[in-house]
């Protein structure tokens, strides 16, 4: 199996992902677009020539504040769950964000999400009591 990050020619190689990986069908302009955006990275499993694992992020900068990376998801095909292919993919992610300068990496999680959790603790992640996440609804 191999672990890399996505770069701008693998838009193919995402278009014929596993099923699961993703949430929803990917759309070649989104992924096209998501490809070719500097701060946008995507980390990928491969296994016989299909994304079997991804884990998807956006390093930022603030006027006030270090680099950080945020982790949007990771996703993995129901086929290769439980054999460490979210940990390594996501593993990839976070050491991209190092090489970028990012100081801190974080992301959001369901409390009822308990194999995500237990994979993030695995992965060296710290679960924090004390953040509430706010959503605002922009389609109305």
């Known amino acids: 199996m191999e672990f890399r990050l996505a770069g701008p020619d693998d838009a193919a190689l995402l278009a014929r992902a596993a099923g699961d990986v993703f949430d929803h069908p990917v759309d070649p302009e989104l992924t096209a677009e998501f490809l070719s955006d500097p701060r946008h990275h995507l980390a990928i499993a491969i296994d016989a020539g ?3 694992g ?13 680099p950080e ?3 949007n998801e990771v ?4 086929s290769h769950r439980g054999q460490g ?3 390594r993919v996501l593993g990839v992610l976070l050491e991209h964000g190092r ?5 801190e990496a974080w992301l959001l999680t369901d409390d009822s999400n308990a194999a995500a959790r237990r ?3 695995a992965a060296g992640g710290r679960e924090s009591a004390s953040q509430i996440m706010i959503t605002f609804d922009l389609e109305r």
């Open 50 to 52: 299909q994304v079997v």
């Open 75 to 78: 996703g993995v095909a129901p």
């Open 119 to 121: 994979m993030y603790a």
């Open 99 to 103: 090489a970028l300068g990012c100081h």
């Open 85 to 87: 292919v979210g940990r």
């Open 69 to 71: 990376l945020w982790v």
């Open 54 to 66: 991804m884990a998807s992020g956006v390093h930022y900068i603030h006027p006030d504040k270090a």
